[in-house]
T-cell receptor
Framework: DGGITQSPKYLFRKEGQNVTLSCEQN?????MYWYRQDPGQGLRLIYY???????QKGDIAEGYSVSREKKESFPLTVTSAQKNPTAFYLC????????????FGEGSRLTVL | QKEVEQNSGPLSVPEGAIASLNCTYSDRVSQSFFWYRQYSGKSPELIMSIYSNGDKEDGRFTAQLNKASQYVSLLIRDSQPSDSATYLCAVNIQGGSNYKLTFGKGTLLTVNP
């Protein structure tokens, strides 16, 4: 089935460790996005990519990094520089750059111990 | 800072009633508007998009847009307990290379049997 697959669903890490969240899609979406959601909050954009080998910072990019080497893959690394990394991370794709019709993965819940 | 504002709720309605969810946005050049539904612990899913002033109906859902008042709403007719979720309003500014979709914090809707 077509969709966006995020892994892992749950992740625990110690302070000071980097962690990479995987996002893979088989929907042939050009654009992919990473959002962060905190309890009782809306979604905040971390990074987005409109085409392969190109990506742009969102509103809260500090402490995060991404790559887009393949159309199907858009991994997010949460670095030790991120001050408050515990959150629900959502990867999404859309059929075209500028489209707000996003299709989300199931999310990855990161807890820093 | 471009903002999207929603009443956080919770909004509680009896089964069969009309639920009305409201959203205002600050940027006059916004052109595309979206409503996403998010069940507790799950990822958001798109339920409505609207691009022109007026009403757009899809089954029990009606989106209403008034660009002059910078206001978009979602009506849910014949509300069902399965409609209980958080509803996120999202606004897109099209054009240029710096595309971003901005989300409100969401309104929690509870439909009581």
């Amino acid at each position: 089935d077509g969709g966006i697959t995020q892994s892992p669903k749950y992740l625990f890490r110690k302070e000071g460790q980097n962690v990479t969240l995987s996002c893979e899609q088989n929907l042939n979406h050009d654009a992919m996005y990473w959002y962060r959601q905190d309890p009782g909050q809306g979604l905040r954009l971390i990074y987005y990519s409109q085409i392969v080998n190109d990506f742009q910072k969102g509103d809260i990019a500090e402490g995060y990094s991404v790559s887009r080497e393949k159309k199907e893959s858009f991994p997010l690394t949460v670095t030790s520089a991120q001050k408050n990394p515990t959150a629900f991370y959502l990867c999404a794709g859309s059929g075209g750059a500028g489209s707000g019709e996003l299709f989300f993965g199931e999310g990855s819940r990161l807890t820093v111990l | 800072q471009k903002e999207v504002e929603q009443n956080s709720g919770p909004l509680s309605v009896p089964e069969g009633a009309i639920a009305s969810l409201n959203c205002t946005y600050s940027d006059r050049v916004s052109q595309s508007f979206f409503w996403y539904r998010q069940y507790s612990g799950k990822s958001p899913e798109l339920i409505m998009s609207i691009y022109s002033n007026g009403d757009k109906e899809d089954g029990r859902f009606t989106a209403q847009l008034n660009k002059a008042s910078q206001y978009v709403s979602l009506l849910i007719r014949d509300s069902q307990p399965s409609d209980s979720a958080t509803y996120l309003c999202a606004v897109n500014i099209q054009g240029g290379s710096n595309y971003k979709l901005t989300f409100g914090k969401g309104t929690l809707l509870t439909v009581n049997p």
